[in-house]
T-cell receptor, first 113, second 114 residues
Framework: DQQVKQNSPSLSVQEGRISILNCDYT??????FLWYKKYPAEGPTFLIS?????DKNEDGRFTVFLNKSAKHLSLHIVPSQPGDSAVYFC????????????FGKGTLLTVNP | GAVVSQHPSRVICKSGTSVKIECRSL??????MFWYRQFPKQSLMLMAT?????????EQGVEKDKFLINHASLTLSTLTVTSAHPEDSSFYIC??????????FGQGTRLTVV
């Protein structure tokens, strides 16, 4: 039973436009959410996170929105750049930032020049 | 950000042999390290949580006698795949956290058992 779901396996956007990556979760005990970016044959790189006490966190071109009632979060990248092309994983934790993570299956983002 | 180094990045071994993978936090002390496994086009699945100086906590369905985890110091955890078989071929990734920060991941190890 997947507790963290990324229902879109892939997404393609034009350079300069907004990329929106979605993530849903089922475990109401999750209290911390993270987004990681991953290139093939490399470990994930942390992008941005959000605590369940917030509904938005912004860092440069990256913004994460959390809707607790819907158990949904999204990552917005604007403007999108070709270098953003990678697999993006949504992850969730029950115990804060340094507890074990449950990952979604990832979404492959392709940003076309 | 903090650096987590994983070695080797790629290993090929014969069926029945054992393989050791190292995970080091280079510039911080990590009381807890995590080991994940990723199959092609799948999510990262947590295998076990490794705490310095104590036994690892394994997730359900992960054989602790097959995947030996040792966390001998605050900067080093090792995963040994014992008596490896082709179905153990996968991408193994470790992560380590400082207190109250997000997890930093190693580069991953591609294990191929032939």
């Amino acid at each position: 039973d997947q507790q963290v779901k990324q229902n879109s396996p892939s997404l393609s956007v034009q350079e300069g436009r907004i990329s929106i990556l979605n993530c849903d979760y089922t475990n109401s005990m999750f209290d911390y959410f993270l987004w990681y970016k991953k290139y093939p044959a490399e470990g994930p790189t942390f992008l941005i996170s959000i605590s369940s006490i917030k509904d938005k966190n912004e860092d440069g071109r990256f913004t994460v929105f959390l809707n607790k009632s819907a158990k949904h979060l999204s990552l917005h990248i604007v403007p999108s750049q070709p270098g953003d092309s990678a697999v993006y994983f949504c992850a969730a934790s029950e115990g804060g930032s340094n507890y074990k993570l449950t990952f979604g299956k990832g979404t492959l983002l392709t940003v076309n020049p | 950000g903090a650096v987590v180094s994983q070695h080797p990045s790629r290993v090929i071994c014969k069926s029945g042999t054992s393989v050791k993978i190292e995970c080091r936090s280079l510039d911080f002390q990590a009381t807890t390290m995590f080991w994940y496994r990723q199959f092609p086009k799948q999510s990262l699945m947590l295998m076990a949580t490794s705490n310095e100086g104590s036994k690892a906590t394994y997730e359900q369905g992960v054989e602790k006698d097959k995947f030996l985890i040792n966390h001998a110091s605050l900067t080093l955890s090792t995963l040994t795949v014992t008596s490896a078989h082709p179905e153990d071929s996968s991408f193994y990734i470790c992560s380590a956290s400082k207190v109250y920060t997000e997890a930093f991941f190693g580069q991953g190890t591609r294990l191929t058992v032939v």
